[in-house]
C-alpha cells in the first residue's frame, strides 16, 4: 500500500528538481514552468489509472509547451 501512496502523490523533491532544469534550460521563469507543470501533472493524474510516469510525462510536455513558446514568439 505504501508504495501505491508514494507514487500517487508523486515526489515532490523530485517534480521540484524537474520544474528547475525546465526553467534553466528553456531560460524562462520558475514561475510560469511550475504553473505549467502543475497543470499538466494534474490532467494526467486526473487521466491515469498507473500513476508511477506521470511526472516523466507532464515533465516532457512542459517541455514541448515552453520549446513552441520560444519558436512563436
Known sequence: IMTVLRNNAGDPAKQ???IEAL???SDTPIE?????YEI???RLNSQARVKT???VIATRLVRNTLHAERTNS
Do not use: C, I
Not at 510560469?32 to 505549467?36: C, D, I, K, S, T
Open 16 to 18: 521540484q528538481q524537474a
Open 23 to 25: 526553467a534553466k534550460e
Open 32 to 36: 510560469h514552468v511550475r504553473e505549467l
Open 40 to 42: 499538466e501533472h494534474a
Open 53 to 55: 510516469f506521470v511526472s
